[in-house]
């Protein structure tokens, strides 16, 4: 339970806002170039926007619900993480960010069998052409398990300085925001975007897991 207001506002309201202003803030960076896809029809526009408002439907009616339930936890995984060293902070970067990638891809690889791809994925692979606002685009389900809680709980597990948390939060609203931009740039790899048009491949983020499971396509 909590304590006092300022717990509430500092290990629930405040990562939300911050993941909520850094997925919108790229949203934007990314516009430049979604806008080849919005513009090249009435439909393309019409489905940009339900992107958006999808993606703020999600975030508002349940990811401000999932911080605030997990804010207890998150405030014992920073508070217990408050004298780590400098090389202790990158290994614990390293190991809850693998995690939460073998987390995703085995939620994702279990959203794509028969029942559950009908019942609850098919509704992000409604894009396959992907503009940056649909990585939030998603049923309630898949968003609470695959967006949340596959990072939520290694990070409650292991814990971070509250600093690093945030620049976490940050880099992983650029990771998935730009793994759905439909063009190539040069630091980014791109292989969500094949995710979108052949299925069943590329089921992580970085292609290692995916060439471990032999679900790469290249």
Same mark, same amino acid.
């Given at each position: 339970m909590f304590t006092t207001s300022s717990s509430i506002f500092l290990y629930g309201l405040m990562p939300f806002c911050v993941h909520f202003t850094s997925y919108?803030?790229?949203? +934007?960076?990314?516009y430049s170039i979604d806008k080849k896809f919005i513009y090249n029809s009435d439909n393309n526009q019409?489905?940009?926007f339900n992107a958006i408002k999808k993606s703020l439907s999600n975030q508002i009616l349940y990811g401000i619900p999932i911080i605030l339930l997990s804010?207890?936890?998150?405030?014992?995984?920073?508070?217990?993480?408050?004298?780590?060293?400098?090389? /202790? /902070?990158?290994?614990?970067?390293?190991?809850?960010?693998?995690? /939460?990638?073998?987390? *995703?891809?085995?939620?994702?690889?279990l959203l794509h069998t028969k029942y559950l791809y009908k019942l609850i994925h098919k509704v992000h692979h409604e894009y396959i052409i992907t503009v940056s606002p649909c990585a939030l685009y998603a049923h309630p389900i898949e968003y609470i398990i695959a967006n949340?809680?596959?990072f939520l709980i290694p990070y409650c597990l292991i814990g971070t300085k509250l600093n690093i948390g945030l620049f976490m939060i940050i880099f992983s609203s650029f990771m998935t925001t730009s793994a759905h931009i439909n063009q190539k740039l040069l630091f980014i790899d791109n292989s969500h975007l094949?995710?979108?048009?052949?299925?069943?491949?590329? *089921? +992580?983020? +970085?292609?290692?897991?995916?060439? *471990?499971f032999l679900t790469n396509y290249n």
């Open positions: 919108w803030f790229f949203v +934007g960076l990314f019409k489905k940009y804010a207890p936890y998150i405030e014992f995984a920073i508070k217990k993480s408050i004298n780590d060293t400098f090389m /202790s /902070s990158i290994l614990k970067i390293i190991v809850i960010s693998n995690l /939460s990638n073998i987390l *995703f891809y085995i939620i994702h690889r949340n809680l596959v094949y995710h979108h048009k052949k299925i069943n491949y590329n *089921f +992580g983020f +970085g292609r290692f897991i995916d060439k *471990f």
